[in-house]
């Protein structure tokens, strides 16, 4: 089996700071995603990618940047962090449109 | 724009209980409806999904999706209280690339 490795898992930052999250897998997968959770939301769509050196922005991609330079990762950057903001980072991958499979997550805090 | 409206938002259940999950959306277009099971401090996990009118069976759970009503419910037979988690509806959209919606979850915990 596979698996998706995000880092970091805990993401201290200060207000105005640009933030690198990290995703890895191993799947082989063509399409990776991330995704924003907030406390007691669903999942929100940053960005996705269908193909290396694909991005498609999703519904939450303002204030986002992603990059995919190889198949197997997929980052995101934070271009100016929010003062208070607390959200779950979620990385995934899949092979076209069956089930998604989720990394364990990057928690964001920004003082 | 496709929303998904789950609910009930939490839910109490005793051990051994029959567990009933439902999930609206909005585009009778829509693809697949996955549901994912999410535990605390770890991603979400797929559990079942169906893309036809009708029911689908697996295991203790069981997946009923009306199109025509835009509804789709899950229900887990003898809850444990491994059951406990956030359960969170996903429909894939119908745009030609690979988007999925989800719901804001459902709370379960199921008490010894």
């Known amino acids: 089996g596979g698996i998706i490795t995000q880092t970091p898992k805990f993401l201290i930052g200060q207000e105005g700071q640009k933030l690198t999250l990290k995703c890895q897998q191993n799947?082989?997968?063509?399409?990776m995603y991330w995704y924003r959770q907030d406390s007691g939301k669903g999942l929100r769509l940053i960005y996705y990618?269908?193909?290396?050196?694909?991005?498609q922005k999703g519904d939450l991609s303002e204030g986002y940047d992603a990059s995919r330079e190889k198949k197997s990762s997929f980052s995101l950057t934070v271009t100016s962090a929010q003062k208070n903001e607390m959200a779950v980072f979620l990385c995934?991958?899949?092979?076209?449109?069956?089930?998604?499979?989720f990394g364990p997550g990057t928690r964001l805090t920004v003082l | 724009q496709e929303k998904v409206q789950q609910s009930p938002e939490s839910l109490i259940v005793p051990e051994g209980a029959m567990v009933s999950l439902n999930c609206s959306f909005s585009?009778?277009?829509?693809?697949s409806i996955w549901w994912y099971q999410q535990h605390p401090g770890k991603g979400p996990k797929a559990l079942i999904?169906?893309?036809?009118?009708g029911n689908k069976k697996e295991g203790r759970l069981t997946v009923y999706l009306n199109r025509a009503s835009l509804h789709v419910s899950l229900h887990i037979k003898d809850s444990q209280p491994s059951d406990s988690a956030v359960y969170l509806c996903?429909?894939?959209?119908?745009?030609?690339?690979?988007?999925?919606?989800f719901g804001a979850g459902t709370r379960l915990k199921v008490i010894a």
């Open positions: 999904s169906i893309f036809s009118n």
């Open positions: 990618s269908i193909t290396e050196n694909d991005l």
């Open positions: 995934a991958s899949s092979i076209g449109r069956v089930e998604q499979y």
């Open positions: 996903a429909v894939t959209v119908n745009t030609g690339n690979y988007k999925y919606v």
């Open positions: 799947f082989n997968h063509d399409t």
């Open positions: 585009d009778s277009a829509s693809q």
